[in-house]
């Protein structure tokens, strides 16, 4: 998602010590752990920084929600395991991070067409390309969260209405969703740690529909 992903280093730099600035890392630092890993990122996962980023910014939530890292993995071998996982090897990937391949999803035209008038209505129009990913995908929906939040902190006066379009989105797409991806990572075999990884994500999703105000948006595990 290109806009919003240039603007993740930045968010995370200057964003204001808010609540919606809170949120923003959490959602920004969830979609960089679960890019491809490679470079910085694997060292960062490998070490197991990025989960003690994730552990702080949580902390620093307006609501209750605490991250528990996976085990570290080696660089090599989470390369290898993300591949395994995600990547269409043969048509389909073992386990798929777009929302048109979970149950209860629209047709793809339908699914693709709402979410560019979510990004476009909040100023992300994708409609010459300079989207990395397509509409759909799970690092998309989370930058695009990121993003949004971002917006929120950095303009208070229309906070209801961004609020408004986080609580639509949420319902409508990442709430609805993860469920399902959660479920699949946990019945397959050698996914760590990003059967872990979704776990946490869609525990924050939850918690995060709640404190919005639609408690309703997705499930409400234990968080």
């Known amino acids: 998602m290109s806009a919003p992903a240039e603007a993740?280093?930045?968010?995370?730099?200057?964003?204001?010590?808010?609540?919606?600035?809170?949120?923003?890392?959490?959602?920004?630092?969830?979609?960089?752990a679960l890019r491809f890993p490679q470079g910085e990122l694997a060292a960062a996962l490998e070490s197991g920084e990025i989960y003690q980023a994730l552990a702080l910014a949580a902390g620093a939530l307006p609501y209750r929600y605490t991250f528990m890292g996976p085990p570290l993995i080696e660089a090599r071998e989470l390369g290898r395991t993300y591949t395994a996982l995600f990547d269409a090897v043969g048509?389909?990937?073992?386990?798929?991070?777009?929302?048109?391949?979970?149950?209860?999803?629209?047709?793809?035209?339908?699914?693709?067409?709402?979410?560019?008038?979510?990004?476009?209505?909040?100023g992300l129009d994708f409609s010459k390309g300079g989207a990395r990913e397509r509409p759909d995908h799970l690092l998309m929906e989370l930058e695009f969260m990121h993003y949004l939040t971002f917006l929120e902190a950095g303009a208070p006066d229309s906070a209801d209405g961004i609020r408004r379009g986080q609580i639509d989105f949420l319902e409508r797409h990442l709430a609805r969703w993860l469920p399902g991806l959660r479920v699949a990572l946990a019945e397959t075999?050698?996914?760590?740690?990003?059967?872990?990884?979704?776990?946490?994500?869609?525990?924050?999703?939850?918690?995060?529909?709640?404190?919005?105000?639609?408690?309703?948006?997705?499930?409400?595990?234990?968080?």
């Open 8 to 32: 993740a280093p930045e968010v995370l730099e200057v964003a204001a010590d808010s609540e919606a600035a809170a949120r923003s890392r959490v959602y920004g630092l969830f979609a960089e």
């Open 91 to 122: 048509g389909r990937p073992q386990v798929s991070i777009l929302e048109q391949r979970h149950e209860g999803s629209p047709p793809e035209q339908q699914l693709w067409e709402e979410l560019l008038r979510f990004y476009r209505f909040f």
């Open 189 to 223: 075999d050698e996914a760590e740690p990003y059967d872990v990884l979704i776990d946490a994500v869609s525990r924050f999703v939850g918690a995060d529909c709640t404190y919005l105000g639609n408690p309703h948006a997705g499930p409400q595990p234990p968080v």
